[in-house]
């Protein structure tokens, strides 16, 4: 029988529910059906592989869905209380969490150095699932050149929106020092509601202001949230 850390300590004991051991082991339900006919919790045992003490691997699986909420939930776990968890282990976590972050990565259209932004759709896309779990609101000047193309981002603040934390200077600084053309404003609703608040209008109206006076022109404001995004250019406000 396997061993199986019990905690982040390093400390092994004996544990039941080695996959390889099970006649409804999910790496044959997997050979047999594909993995898009396994659940969550088959999943997750794969790459656990080992149970806990006195609970097999799938009962394990299941428990952590359960504690932390499903899939999601266990991303957005301190890595402290995942590994701490009965069953797990720094190995096993390592093993979900690295899993989890790479299927979050193949969801996003990224936007890279050098790629054309064609509308808010391409900015949603990118930033969806990097801002939609954030508990407070992150706001971003994607920097372009005067083709559209993305140079780089810059992060300008993180709190409640308002015109005194999104100061021109703030924002502006890294666009004037590498001299971009334009400025895609992104920024999130924790809410999961993309609609503006007076606040956000009023931001946006004072940003485009100031990159008139400096020549680089805010191309769109996309608010990005759990139930879309909104466009300040689509809706014709810049």
Same mark, same amino acid.
């Given at each position: 029988?396997?061993?199986?850390?019990?905690?982040?300590?390093?400390?092994?004991?004996?544990?039941?529910?080695?996959?390889?051991?099970?006649?409804?082991?999910?790496?044959?339900?997997?050979?047999?059906?594909?993995?898009?006919?396994?659940?969550?919790?088959?999943?997750?045992?794969?790459?656990?592989?080992?149970?806990?003490?006195?609970?097999?691997?799938?009962?394990?699986?299941?428990?952590?869905?359960?504690?932390?909420?499903?899939?999601?939930?266990?991303?957005?776990?301190?890595?402290?209380?995942?590994?701490?968890?009965?069953?797990?282990?720094?190995?096993? %976590?390592?093993? +979900?969490?690295? /899993?989890? @972050? &790479?299927?979050?990565?193949?969801?996003?259209?990224?936007?890279? *150095?050098?790629? $054309?932004?064609?509308?808010?759709?391409?900015?949603?896309?990118?930033?969806?699932?990097?801002?939609?779990?954030?508990?407070?609101?992150?706001?971003?000047?994607?920097?372009?050149?005067?083709?559209?193309?993305?140079?780089?981002?810059?992060?300008?603040?993180?709190?409640?929106?308002?015109?005194?934390?999104?100061?021109?200077?703030?924002?502006?600084?890294?666009?004037?020092?590498?001299?971009?053309?334009?400025?895609?404003?992104?920024?999130?609703?924790?809410?999961?509601?993309?609609?503006?608040?007076?606040?956000?209008?009023?931001? %946006?109206?004072? +940003?485009?202001? /100031?990159? @008139? &006076?400096?020549?680089?022109?805010?191309?769109?404001?996309?608010? *990005?949230?759990? $139930?879309?995004?909104?466009?300040?250019?689509?809706?014709?406000?810049?």
């Amino acid at each position: 029988m396997k061993a199986n850390s019990a905690s982040c300590s390093g400390t092994r004991v004996p544990v039941s529910g080695d996959l390889a051991h099970r006649g409804d082991d999910p790496r044959e339900r997997l050979r047999d059906l594909g993995p898009q006919a396994l659940s969550d919790a088959e999943l997750v045992a794969l790459l656990l592989r080992t149970g806990a003490r006195g609970s097999d691997v799938l009962s394990l699986s299941r428990t952590l869905l359960a504690h932390f909420g499903g899939l999601r939930g266990i991303l957005q776990a301190p890595e402290g209380e995942l590994c701490g968890a009965p069953g797990m282990g720094p190995a096993k %976590t390592a093993s +979900l969490l690295a /899993a989890l @972050e &790479i299927g979050r990565r193949l969801a996003t259209r990224r936007l890279h *150095v050098g790629d $054309r932004i064609r509308g808010p759709s391409d900015v949603y896309r990118h930033f969806f699932e990097r801002l939609r779990d954030r508990p407070q609101e992150c706001f971003i000047a994607l920097l372009l050149d005067g083709r559209h193309r993305v140079t780089g981002e810059a992060l300008v603040s993180q709190g409640t929106l308002t015109s005194s934390l999104v100061h021109p200077r703030e924002v502006f600084h890294r666009a004037v020092r590498e001299a971009a053309a334009a400025l895609v404003l992104v920024h999130n609703h924790p809410s999961g509601d993309p609609e503006p608040s007076g606040e956000d209008h009023e931001v %946006t109206r004072r +940003l485009a202001r /100031a990159g @008139e &006076i400096l020549g680089i022109r805010v191309v769109d404001h996309v608010i *990005v949230a759990e $139930r879309g995004y909104y466009s300040f250019g689509d809706k014709g406000e810049l």
